[in-house]
């Protein structure tokens, strides 16, 4: 069989050899700054909370069900309750002036789109769909899934084709409520996570790109920068298909989750924001961090936003 040359992964190849691709030469007009999105679980939003969100400069949220759903993946609440609950909760961001950005689907180590099991999985697509339902309410732009859980040693193929199987059969179902469908990448700083457990599926560049390219071009990314070394790389090597960040700081090691501007992290926020620029993405700046207080997200955004203006300048000169 011939073999085919993969682009993006000599570029990202290329970067760690040279460790040249930090910043590029600007090109074009300064990018105007991103909105600022923030993850709150919806059994946690409340009127009051949003309205001071809003305040003090957040535009959307992203949200999750993970609460609604048991240890049996069966709901926990009827699906009129479920409803009547989303639908006030979707009125409280619309009077506070918040659009929700997206839905991060539930998660857990039964509730995963690459189970092997086939009866299992086809009950994990069917949640979901019944999950979508209640996120049409919501009218989100963003449908986020997680690829896996933990799998066990020896089937990560078999795991990939059934993540690209139960992906396939999701598609149509959030494409039905008018939003698009995204994939995260996870934490792999190894393969494994410990002796009898590997680490879940798209756990570096590599592999991300491996399945994404197995998937439909109308399947995207979401890029979460906790879970990863360097994640300008994997955005650069996304390029456009990234269409929605997870914003905290780490090291590419564990679920830390700082805040971006906390200095507990190792991410390069100039080289991640020239990244995003590049990739065209223009979606919110959307926090998954700790934070004390809702109004440090736009100053710290736009903290950093504002270094990078600055490093972009002098490349340019």
């Known amino acids: 069989m011939r073999k085919t040359i993969n682009l993006p992964l000599l570029v990202v190849l290329s970067c760690l050899l040279l460790a040249a691709c930090a910043i590029k030469a600007p090109q074009g007009k300064t990018p105007a700054p991103l909105k600022i999105g923030y993850s709150v679980a919806l059994v946690n939003i409340t009127p009051e909370k949003l309205a001071y969100a809003k305040s003090v400069g957040i535009d959307?949220?992203?949200?999750?069900?993970?609460?609604?759903?048991?240890?049996?993946?069966?709901?926990?609440k009827s699906e009129?309750?479920?409803?009547?609950?989303?639908?006030?909760?979707k009125a409280t961001a619309d009077k506070a002036g918040i659009r929700f950005w997206s839905v991060h689907m539930p998660y857990n180590q039964k509730i995963d789109l690459s189970?092997?099991?086939?009866?299992?999985?086809?009950?994990?697509?069917?949640?979901?769909?019944?999950?979508l339902a209640f996120c049409q309410i919501l009218e989100p732009q963003v449908i986020l899934f997680h690829p896996s859980y933990y799998l066990t040693p020896g089937e990560r193929e078999q795991r990939?084709?059934?993540?690209?199987?139960?992906?396939?059969?999701?598609?149509?179902?959030?494409?039905?409520?008018n939003a698009t469908m995204v994939i995260e990448n996870m934490l792999g700083p190894e393969l494994m996570a410990d002796a009898k457990r590997e680490r879940p599926l798209c756990r570096?560049?590599?592999?991300?790109?491996?399945?994404?390219?197995?998937?439909?071009?109308d399947i995207y990314s979401a890029v979460d920068m906790n879970h990863i070394k360097h994640p300008e790389l994997l955005i650069r090597a996304l390029g456009g298909r990234v269409k929605s960040i997870h914003a905290a700081d780490g090291h590419g090691e564990k679920e830390n989750h700082y805040f971006p501007c906390s200095g507990q992290g190792s991410?390069?926020?100039?080289?991640?924001?020239?990244?995003?620029?590049?990739?065209?993405?223009?979606?919110?700046?959307?926090?998954?961090?700790?934070?004390?207080?809702?109004?440090?997200?736009?100053?710290?955004?736009?903290?950093?936003?504002?270094?990078?203006?600055?490093?972009?300048?002098?490349?340019?000169q």
């Open 267 to 316: 991410n390069n926020w100039s080289a991640i924001l020239a990244a995003l620029e590049e990739a065209g993405y223009r979606g919110p700046f959307l926090f998954e961090s700790a934070y004390k207080d809702e109004k440090e997200l736009k100053e710290c955004y736009l903290s950093l936003y504002s270094a990078y203006l600055a490093q972009r300048q002098q490349i340019k």
């Open 160 to 177: 990939k084709k059934q993540l690209i199987t139960s992906s396939l059969e999701l598609l149509p179902a959030v494409k039905a409520i």
């Open 80 to 89: 009129a309750e479920i409803t009547e609950e989303v639908q006030k909760v």
């Open 204 to 217: 570096s560049v590599e592999e991300t790109l491996e399945i994404m390219n197995r998937l439909p071009k």
């Open 60 to 76: 959307y949220l992203e949200t999750s069900f993970q609460a609604y759903i048991d240890k049996d993946l069966n709901l926990k």
């Open 115 to 131: 189970l092997t099991d086939e009866t299992e999985r086809q009950k994990v697509v069917g949640l979901h769909k019944k999950v």
